[in-house]
């Protein structure tokens, strides 16, 4: 029988509706291993320019809606260069645990009560473009120590009505790893050239090794991912902090793809970018078994009391 394991992804701003969803979670999938992975509001990023892009951030100032992209894009060339992703890491991992120590002592304690794995935390430099990052950090530090055949990335917007063993399991014999929208990446897709020079430098990065140099492109809410294609990642030592440089969604398909792994496209029509899902979208086509995003307490959530969902 194929073991799954789920890394459940959420960030600060989302505590309140993160903890009750885990909750229902582990009572739907009482055979599955839960890692989560809690992502707390960065204090500061290098080069140190605001961010509204940085994971959890909700920081205004005047002139953000012309302002935040340029930063943005600043941001991201300079955390392409792996040095200062690190210092940039090091950096928040530091800050924020001094100064946040409380938080995250407070969610560890929430945690523990529910049956999961420890509490893994995530200081990865703007984590959103780089969850590929986050993943290999975990697997790398924490992962690999346990039995799992294929790991579920599992965000905190992400709803479901069925068993993960359910909605994946036509997946897991035919393919190494599965991504939402997985297709060779196209002019028309907004990652292909963004951020400015991304397309290129990740064609340079290919070549370099030898590899195929097409381009995929994917949603990642939801990936299922082999255990073979993280140990291959870590036994390459392919550093996901700088090159190639390009968005998430298109970095770890293409290189996934190149290296020879059967890489296909989960078949999940509810699960999209945006605009979100109500509460009656989703009753009415709960079949479907997955959706995103799905941003507020689901009825069945609010219900959830003392590590017991109460079903429908």
């Known amino acids: 029988m194929v073991k ?29 291993t839960f890692f989560p992975m809690f992502g707390p509001r960065q204090l500061f990023h290098i080069p140190m320019i605001i961010d509204k892009y940085m994971f959890g951030s909700n920081v205004k100032f005047w002139g953000r809606p012309f302002w ?31 100064a946040k120590n409380n938080k995250i002592e407070e969610v560890r304690s929430r945690i523990n009560h529910m049956g999961t794995q420890p509490l893994y935390v995530d200081f990865t430099p703007m984590a959103l473009r780089n969850l590929d990052r986050s993943i290999m950090d975990w697997f ?18 992400l709803f479901t009505t069925k068993p993960l063993d359910v909605v994946y399991g036509e997946y ?18 907004r990652f292909y050239r963004y951020p ?48 190639p440089y390009c968005m998430c969604e298109m970095r770890l398909p293409t290189i996934l793809t190149a290296l ?27 079949d479907a078994g997955i959706f995103h995003p799905v941003k507020k307490h689901v009825s069945v959530e609010m219900k959830t009391k003392a590590g017991a969902a109460s079903p429908r």
Request: with cysteine; charged share 25%.
């Open 260 to 286: 020879g792994f059967r890489c296909g496209k989960l078949n999940f029509p509810y699960v999209r970018y945006r605009p979100e899902w109500s509460q009656n979208e989703i009753f009415a086509n709960e």
């Open 172 to 189: 897991t014999d035919l393919y190494d790893a599965c991504f939402v929208n997985y297709k060779k990446a196209t002019q028309n897709w």
């Open 68 to 98: 935040g992209p340029i930063f943005h894009q600043i941001n991201y060339l300079a955390s392409s260069a792996p040095g200062v992703f690190r210092l940039s890491r090091v950096i928040n991992e530091k800050s924020i645990t001094f």
């Open 4 to 32: 799954y394991a789920v890394l459940y992804g959420f960030p600060e701003h989302d505590l309140r509706m993160a903890i009750p969803r885990l909750q229902r979670l582990i009572t739907l999938n009482p055979s599955i």
């Open 140 to 157: 790398s530090n924490s992962g690999k120590q346990f039995d799992f055949d294929y790991l579920i990335f599992y965000e905190s917007d």
């Open 196 to 243: 400015r020079g991304s397309r290129r430098a990740t064609i340079r990065w290919l070549r370099q090794r030898k590899l195929p140099t097409a381009l995929y492109s994917s949603l990642y809410a939801g990936a299922l991912i082999s255990r073979s294609c993280l140990e291959k990642l870590k036994k390459l030592r392919i550093d996901l902090s700088g090159a």
